[in-house]
């Protein structure tokens, strides 16, 4: 899977309830990514993070929140203001530089609504 | 902006039979294109990355070429077997926004035994 552990495989959230998926990388790489992707769509990013302690917004940021604590870690929380959540989320890690930096993801979280 | 499609959506074609995806993107400017490829509820599994300045990636039987001038990449597979059934996915990276790779939608591929 990439180097890349995502938990859990399904996820289930209750309106008003706020959720955490978890993404975990072992090659010590700084760059980290959050992708929703819907059915028909291309992946869309909501947040990425290039270091320890910083972390930036994507395209569909508003809804979600992150945190990167330690370099290996790089979980996402689904708030309650995301009003549309139910999807596929993906993590990725970034490997290389420059015309290299390749992408490599882990095996997904399916979210959905009960 | 930054657009990246690909056309067909979806494929069938009998086992054996070589064949082409096609990738589009609206600005030249990138610093790479990637395939992808994803199984039904699984994650994407990188297969070629193509540097701005190469023409062509090769890996087995796939072989993925980059025209930027024409804003085009195809990703060719050869002597397609059933467990090529899969999406693939191309992204680029844009020169103007480093971090933000940008995804095409897919194109769902099923070979018939």
């Known amino acids: 899977d990439g180097g890349i552990t995502q938990s859990p495989k399904y996820l289930f959230r209750k309106e008003g309830q706020n959720v955490t998926l978890s993404c975990e990388q072992n090659?010590?790489?700084?760059?980290m990514y959050w992708y929703r992707q819907d059915p028909g769509q291309g992946l869309r990013l909501i947040y990425y993070?290039?270091?320890?302690?910083?972390?930036q917004k994507g395209d569909i940021a508003e809804g979600y929140s992150v945190s990167r604590e330690k370099k290996e870690s790089f979980p996402l929380t689904v708030t309650s203001a995301q009003k549309n959540p139910t999807a596929f989320y993906l993590c990725?890690?970034?490997?290389?530089?420059?015309?290299?930096?390749?992408?490599?993801f882990g095996p997904g979280t399916r979210l959905l609504v009960l | 902006k930054q657009e990246v499609t690909q056309i067909p959506a979806a494929l069938s074609v009998p086992e054996g039979e070589n064949l082409v995806l096609n990738c589009s993107f609206t600005?030249?400017?990138?610093?790479?294109l990637q395939w992808f490829r994803q199984d039904p509820g699984k994650g994407l599994t990188s297969l070629l990355l193509?540097?701005?300045?190469?023409r062509e990636q090769t890996s087995g039987r796939l072989n993925a070429s980059l025209d930027k001038s024409s804003g085009r990449s195809t990703l060719y597979i050869a002597a397609s077997q059933p467990g090529d059934s899969a999406t693939y996915l191309c992204?680029?990276?844009?020169?103007?926004?480093?971090?933000?790779?940008?995804f095409g939608p897919g194109t769902s591929l099923s070979v018939i035994p």
């Open positions: 600005d030249s400017a990138i610093y790479n």
């Open positions: 992204a680029v990276r844009p020169k103007t926004s480093y971090d933000k790779v940008i």
């Open positions: 990725a890690r970034s490997q290389g530089q420059g015309v290299r930096e390749t992408q490599y």
């Open positions: 993070s290039q270091i320890v302690n910083d972390f």
């Open positions: 193509i540097q701005s300045s190469q």
């Open positions: 090659l010590n790489h700084d760059a």
